[in-house]
């Protein structure tokens, strides 16, 4: 994707606000949440592609995609030079980062807004074209092991 220029910290803090700003957003019009059960783990190598693809594809930069620590957010259209312009949020990604191990993520909730489903996404697209800078599928990820809950306290 095109760059243009450099960002000041002071830039990226404000793009990084409006970007939490808009995910919130994003959920109060949300169409469709899945919480991935069993949670779906990213392996280390595809890990790191994934995070490399999304910062590279950053909507302020001429790209669809935000992503933070927690947060990975799909836009239509890249974002204007003077702010987020006509751009809407498509979808979002919860994810966190190293776990089950160091350097792999955890994918456990997916929101599709109304307007990403209008476009034709689902879980599964929006998911698989994240995870697609990866190489990996959301139905070939390997998944979190759940464990039996524990048995309830007696006194």
């Known amino acids: 994707m095109p760059k243009t220029g450099s960002s000041t910290s002071e830039e990226q803090v404000v793009a990084v606000g409006e970007a939490a700003a808009l995910a919130e957003q994003g959920f109060e019009d949300a169409y469709v949440t899945e919480v991935i059960r069993p949670a779906a783990i990213l392996p280390e190598e595809a890990a790191r592609t994934v995070l490399v693809e999304l910062a590279d594809r950053d909507v302020a930069r001429g790209g669809l995609w935000t992503s933070e620590p927690k947060l990975w957010s799909r836009y239509d259209s890249p974002w204007s030079a003077d702010g987020r312009g006509a751009s809407q949020l498509v979808g979002t990604i919860q994810v966190a980062y190293g776990t089950p191990t160091r350097y792999e993520i955890t994918v456990y909730r997916v929101t599709v807004t ?38 309830p306290f007696r006194h």
């Open 114 to 151: 109304r307007h990403g489903t209008d476009l034709g996404f689902t879980v599964q697209t929006l998911c698989d074209e994240a995870l697609g800078f990866g190489g990996i599928a959301l139905a070939d990820c390997p998944r979190a092991a759940l464990l039996a809950p524990p048995k």
